[in-house]
């Protein structure tokens, strides 16, 4: 019913920059919160960066080098990615809360990931 789909991930040298893109489409009545989570290898998955209707979140980690945008009227959301170290290395999934024309009840979808890999 949605599909979230990533692009733009890859290898960089440290303190390079990246950008994250994530397209929604389907039954979309509504997206109430967009953003983007990750996880590294035998690690949990955690939450990079979110927008809302109430504001934007961001991980202490990345704080001051990564910043989301979104544009709702497209259903987009990206995430702009500098001064990048080694542990950002991580597979990067897109998430979002939409409300379907078929339902009034918001559910979460994950896009398939996007590998990163901060490396020299």
């Known amino acids: 019913q949605v599909q979230l789909v990533e692009s733009g991930g890859g290898l960089v040298q440290p303190g390079g920059s990246l950008r994250l893109s994530c397209a929604a489409s389907?039954?979309?009545?509504?997206?109430?919160?967009m953003g983007w989570y990750r996880q590294a290898p035998g690690q949990q998955r955690e939450l990079v960066a979110i927008?809302?209707?109430?504001?934007?979140t961001y991980a202490d980690s990345v704080k001051g080098r990564f910043t989301i945008t979104r544009e709702s009227a497209k259903s987009m959301v990206y995430l702009q990615m500098n001064s990048l170290k080694p542990e950002d290395t991580a597979v990067y999934y897109c998430?979002?809360?939409?409300?379907?024309?078929?339902?009034?009840?918001?559910?979460?979808?994950w896009g398939q990931g996007t590998q990163v890999t901060v490396s020299s």
């Open positions: 998430n979002a809360l939409v409300v379907l024309t078929t339902s009034p009840l918001p559910s979460p979808y």
């Open positions: 927008d809302s209707d109430s504001g934007t």
């Open positions: 389907g039954n979309i009545l509504g997206i109430q919160r």
